[in-house]
């Protein structure tokens, strides 16, 4: 990769300026791209409309950060979230710092505004040196020589504001905060300065404005370090003076008094005034290159040209020279680039704490946003879970959820009408899951996580015709990696298997899947439209049953969006939804015969399986909720009290 930069861009890396590391997965959270696509961590599925239509995914939902760094960050943590349980609880910890106390808070936040925006872009650029050739042109020498002072001048006003930050994190408590702040009180920085101060003048600053710029670029380097160098901006002063003092010649000389002299980098300085100011028919002969922009007139003149080319001239060669004078504090720079790598990614970190995170516990209603727990072994517990992007763009009152997994239940099948809210639940556990793990507050009452090292979706029903798969292969190839790669610390959802291929195939790769995740300890989330597939809870104690509530209103669905343990309570649900899409009475009189006549067969069964194992799983829920209270944090009177009751209801099951 080096030796292609090197040959095909011309550039060369400098000695010490880049160290490269190999990280593997031991830290981080593996999503595979498919499910970063079914999940929208970073891209809406959807067209989006309207003022939300740019927070259709959870990173645009999140993405409140200042700075191009922090951006970078967040977006890296969505697709690789933390799995080390002690740097997740160092960002919850910091967290609660920041969002109990506004000082420290608002006085991060105040000082990170005033640090330049992509600081790591302007370390890439000293990491890099062109290669001096005959070949090579002098406006190429010259953007590059603008571009090096510019980042030098930027990176002197990052390391004057360093005092502003360390002042505002004095006081932290938190050890994240505590190791930023000596992050930045390190003396390096101080010295750097007073080595950049030494040859930059000290009341240069990074403006945007095209003109005043390229000014601050030519001065930067203070003067009587290179003869050349003065002499170069005596002519680019003289020059720009001379331009300004044609301007008003032209104004009181042809009577235009909005006329203007713009700067742009490719015409340099050109004349340009209001049409309803030229008072004759036409435009004065002096004038030439002339080009009307809708009510604009731009033009310029011999002489402006004239004076364009010296003051060009004249700042090229003050490029050229500043080049040659900052040849030694570029050096000085390089030494300390992992320093300054290190200042970067911290100030990318508080940007994504203060302006990402804690902006959105503080923007939200109190106690909306919790900080979740995290234990070695224990259960998902997700008490009135929401989904975080859906509630930031839907109108009125989410609907909330719970959701409960764990090693003696690890495995939900989830069943209910067609828009009763079974995708939108499977997708907000998994949101929940990664806002946890990359050390943010979740949309919930409580939560509750142990450690997941990888998340697996089967979501959708699309063909794929580059690679010249079917609906079912393309459903099989993503089913085919997650089996293969299934550990037992793995998060699993799958929404509806097997629907797009026949009846008894479909519903028989379902079951084996089922019970193939079920001999590991990975926690699943299973949504489907089989009913047939409930009766693995009766054959497996850890599977668990909920559907989700609707009930039938005016002869049409009502969706309650509410999940409940069992069933689902509406019969035949898929007849209802056709019927109200406008299929013919007859056909659906007869779809009801026909469902009825396989219920009669299927309803034994069920009553053999219930019977068989009914108080088998009875005694497995009980030993169930004992293994569970490990990890609670109720005192022992309620907990006395629990069990009393927990032994009682053993007892009249019996």
């Not at 095909?8 to 000695?15: F, H, Q, R, V």
């Not at 510019?150 to 504001?161: P, Q, R, T, V």
């Not at 009846?503 to 079951?511: E, H, L, V």
């Not at 089989?530 to 668990?544: A, D």
Request: aromatic letters at 8%.
């Amino acid at each position: 990769m080096i030796r292609r930069i090197d040959r095909e861009k011309g550039i060369t890396l400098a000695n010490r300026s880049v160290e490269v590391t190999l990280n593997g997965s031991f830290d981080h959270m593996n999503i595979d791209g498919t499910s970063v696509q079914n999940l929208e961590l970073v891209e809406s599925l959807h067209i989006q409309v309207g003022p939300q239509k740019k927070r259709g995914c959870l990173f645009e939902m999140l993405k409140t950060t200042k700075t191009a760094g922090g951006t970078r960050l967040l977006r890296a943590n969505l697709l690789q979230p933390l799995k080390d349980k002690n740097t997740i609880n160092t960002r919850l910890d910091c967290l609660d710092e920041l969002t109990s106390d506004d000082k420290i808070f608002f006085g991060i936040s105040r000082a990170l505004e005033m640090f330049p925006k992509d600081i790591d872009r302007i370390l890439c650029s000293f990491c890099f040196k062109a290669k001096v050739s005959n070949d090579s042109t002098t406006k190429s020498t010259t953007r590059a020589g603008q571009f090096m002072v510019s980042n030098i001048i930027l990176l002197k006003e990052a390391l004057d504001h360093l005092p502003t930050l360390q002042e505002a994190l004095q006081g932290a408590k938190c050890s994240l905060l505590r190791n930023i702040k000596d992050i930045c009180a390190n003396p390096s920085f101080r010295l750097l300065l007073q080595r950049i101060e030494e040859v930059i003048n000290e009341d240069i600053v990074h403006s945007r404005a095209l003109f005043l710029s390229r000014t601050q670029q030519c001065f930067a380097v203070k003067s009587g370090i290179d003869g050349y160098l003065d002499v170069a901006r005596e002519v680019f002063s003289s020059t720009s003076e001379a331009i300004h003092e044609l301007a008003r010649r032209y104004r009181e000389e042809f009577n235009l008094p909005n006329l203007k002299m713009p700067f742009n980098n490719n015409r340099g300085f050109y004349i340009s005034f209001p049409e309803k100011d030229l008072k004759q028919t036409s435009i004065p002969s002096i004038f030439n290159q002339v080009i009307k922009k809708e009510k604009i007139i731009c033009c310029s003149t011999s002489e402006l040209t004239s004076l364009n080319d010296r003051n060009m001239e004249a700042a090229a060669e003050c490029y050229k020279r500043t080049s040659l004078c900052l040849g030694e504090l570029i050096t000085r720079i390089r030494e300390d680039l992992r320093l300054l790598t290190s200042l970067s990614e911290s100030l990318a970190l508080l940007d994504m704490m203060v302006n990402s995170f804690a902006n959105l516990i503080s923007t939200n209603p109190e106690e909306s946003y919790i900080r979740p727990e995290f234990t070695e072994t224990g259960p998902v517990a997700i008490e009135k879970g929401r989904h975080p992007v859906l509630e930031s763009t839907i109108p009125g009152e989410f609907v909330a959820n719970n959701a409960f997994l764990s090693e003696a239940s690890n495995t939900m099948i989830v069943t209910g009408p067609n828009m009763s809210g079974k995708s939108t639940y499977l997708r907000q556990v998994v949101l929940i899951t990664i806002m946890a793990h990359i050390g943010c507050y979740v949309p919930a009452r409580f939560a509750s996580f142990r450690v997941v090292d990888n998340i697996f979706t089967r979501i959708g029903t699309s063909d794929n015709i580059e690679l010249n798969s079917s609906t079912f292969m393309t459903e099989m190839r993503e089913t085919a990696y997650l089996l293969n790669n299934l550990t037992s610390r793995s998060l699993v959802v799958v929404d509806e298997l097997g629907r797009a291929t026949s009846t008894g195939d479909g519903f028989a790769i379902a079951w084996s899947c089922c019970e193939y995740m079920l001999s590991f300890k990975a926690y699943v989330l299973f949504a489907t439209h089989m009913q047939r597939l409930t009766e693995l809870s009766s054959v497996y104690p850890n599977v668990r049953v909920c559907y989700f509530d609707a009930s039938i209103l005016n002869n049409r669905l009502d969706f309650k969006f509410l999940l409940r343990e069992g069933c689902t309570n509406v019969a035949h649900y898929g007849i209802r939804l056709a019927e109200f899409a406008g299929i013919p009475t007859s056909v659906i009189n007869d779809a009801k015969c026909i469902a009825a006549k396989i219920d009669a067969k299927e309803k034994n069964n069920v009553s053999i399986a219930h019977a068989k194992y009914g108080h088998l799983r009875k005694d497995y829920h009980i030993a169930q909720k004992l293994l569970c209270l490990q990890y609670s944090n109720l005192n022992n009177d309620i907990l006395r009290a629990y069990l009393k009751n927990l032994q009682q209801c053993y007892v009249e099951n019996r």
